[in-house]
C-alpha cells in the first residue's frame, strides 16, 4: 500500500514487511474483529484527523457489542495514531484501526482468544474516484438486503458483517454501476455498502433513522452539523427507493467517499445539485482546516 511503512501492533511499531499473524488466527476464520476507517488531512499544523476521538469511541462500542475488551484507553489509541502517521511521514492518509480476536481457540465460541490491537495507515485518494466527486457515481439497489439489527448489530463496525457490503457492491460492478444502495428487511432504504444515504428534497435534507439498519456514520453526523451550520434542516426518516429516484439530489457520505452525488439510481437520472455541492464545499474547507468549525472537526497530537 502507498506510503506504509509501519504497522502499530499491540503497542509497538513493526516494519510493514514484517507484520504476521498466524493463519489460525480467529478473525481470519469467522470474522471476529472490529474496525474503523479513518482520514487525516494536510493542514497549515500538520496531519489532522477527522472526529478521531468518535471513531475510536465507536471501535470501542463496535467491540463491545461483540463481548471484546479492547486493551487500550481512548487516549492511548489516539497517542497511537497519531505516532503511526508521524512514523510513516504522512501528511495525509487513511488510517485503519482493527480489533481481532487471535490465535487461541478455533470454533465459534471465541471467548478464550486473545485480543490484538492494530493501526494501519497508508496513503489513499478519492474511494470512488476523483471524477466521482465532480459528476457524480452510477447507482443500483442491490437484490441483497442490509443486515437486520436482530440478526448482527448493524450499529457495529465488524469485519464478518462486510460480507453483506461485498457482495452488495460486487453486484454493482458486475452489472456496471458503480456502487450500490441496500434496502432493508422493510424494503426501506438503509446504506451504500459502505457509506450513509442523504436525498435532498425541497431544500432540506432526508436521510434514513439508525433504526433503519443503517451504520451510524461519523462522517454522516459531521454533514447533518454542517448543514445546520448552513441553515439546512436534516429530517431523520424511512425513504423508498422511488423517492431516491425523484429527489432534486442524492449524495453518500462515509470516511472513504466523504461526500459524494450520486448521478443515477438504477438509471433514473438524478444529477448533481448546488446542495450537495455547497455541503461537499463546506466539507472540504474543513477537513483541510480552512474552516472555522475545523478546529472542531480536526485532531492533532497533544
Sequence with gaps: MEGAERIWFDGSLVEYDEMKVHVLTHALHYGSGVFEG??????????????????????????AQYYMDVPYSLEELAAATHETIAANRLPSCYIRPLV????G???????????????AV????????????????????SSWRRIGPNMIPATAKASGQYLNSQLAKMEALKHGFDEAILLNEQGMIADGSGENVFAVQKGRLLTPPISASCLPGITRAAVMEMAAEMGIETIERDLTRAELYFADEVFLTGTAAEVTPVASLDDHHIGTGPITKQIQKTFFDVVHGRHPLSDTYLEFPV
Excluded at 493542514?43 to 469511541?57: E, K, N, S
Excluded at 481481532?100 to 490465535?103: D, L, S, Y
Excluded at 478464550?112 to 493501526?119: A, E, L, R, S
Aim: proline share 5%; with cysteine.
Design 105 to 119: 481457540e478455533m470454533g465459534v465460541n471465541p471467548l478464550n482468544c486473545p485480543i490484538h490491537v492494530m493501526i
Design 38 to 63: 479513518i482520514r487525516a488531512y494536510p493542514t497549515d499544523r500538520g496531519a489532522g484527523v477527522f472526529h478521531l476521538t468518535d471513531h475510536l469511541q465507536r471501535l470501542r462500542r463496535s467491540a
Design 122 to 141: 497508508w496513503t489513499w485518494g478519492a474511494y470512488l474516484g476523483e471524477a466521482a466527486l465532480e459528476n457524480g457515481i452510477r447507482c443500483m439497489i
Design 100 to 103: 481481532f480476536r487471535g490465535h
